[in-house]
C-alpha cells in the first residue's frame, strides 16, 4: 500500500498556466486535498517565495516544518500521485507515460508557446489582452495598454521561441517565421492524439480506461490554452479558438468536451494559510 500523504500539499500557481493547470486537475481528479498560493509575475520576486528555487511553476510542497517534500515539475507532480495516492492510477501503463511526456514536453507544448507567445495574430488574442486586462486600469486606452504589455512580455516572449527549438528538434528558428507550417505541424499532432480515440464509445485516450489518466490530463492542459471555452476559473483568452472549425478533429473536440465536463479546474478558492507557506 502507498505510504499515507502528509499534510497539507500547497500548489505555488500562477493564474491560467497550463502546467498548474495539470497539477490541478490530476489532483482534483483523485479527489486529494490541496491547497494553492499565487507567486508574483516577476522573475525576481518570484524566486524568494518559490520553495525549490528557480521560477518555473507549478511546484509542489507536501508537509511542513523544517523538512517538508517539494517537486518541481508538472510531470514529477503527477507521478509523484501516482506513487502517493493509494490507486490513483495516472499511469497505468507505459503509454500513458508516453502520450503525457508527449504532450507536455514536445510538440503540442511548443505550439501553445508558439500561438501564445511567438505568432502575432494568436498573441493579440491571448496573452496581450488577457495581461492587459489583469494589470492595466479600465480607462487606459487599449492600445497604450498593448504597448506596455509587449515591452513587458518581450524577454518571455524571446525565450519561448529558443524553447520552441528545442521541443522540436526537427526546426529552426526560420520555421517560426512560416505560421502556414507551424500551423500544419499543430494539427497533425492534434490529430496524433486523437488517433488514440480507436472507436466512437472510447471516452479517454487510453481504452479501457474509466477516468482519465495522465495522457488525458497532460493533452487536456494544453488543448485549454488554444480554444479554452469554460476549463477552469481562471482562463486565458485563447490563442487558437477557430481551431473548433477544423474539420479533421472533430473527434477531438468531442472527447474535449468530455473534459470539461469531468475536469473543470479551480485556481481559485484554496488559499494556504501563510503559516504553511
Known sequence: MPPSIPKPIVIYAINGSQFVFKALAALQSRDVPHYVTFVPLGREAREKVLPGGGFL???????DGENPTVVTDSEDILHWIDDNVENAGLYPNEKAKELSERASDHTLAAMVW????VDPTGYSKSIQPSIRNAVMPWFVPSFIGNGIVTMLTRSMNAEKREAIVKAIPDID???LDDEPAM??????????FQQQLETPHQKYL???????TAADISVYAQV???LAGGTNDSEVLPCCP???DESALQRLWEWYDLMKTECHVEFKGKRAPQSML
Not at 508558439?114 to 507567445?117: D, P, Q, T
Open 57 to 63: 511553476v507549478p511546484q509542489m510542497k507536501v508537509g
Open 242 to 244: 477557430e481551431l473548433r
Open 224 to 226: 485549454a490554452r488554444l
Open 183 to 192: 500551423r500544419k505541424r499543430m494539427i497533425a499532432e492534434l490529430v496524433y
Open 206 to 212: 487510453l481504452p479501457d480506461t474509466d477516468r482519465p
Open 114 to 117: 508558439y500561438y501564445n507567445n
Open 173 to 175: 528558428v526560420s520555421t
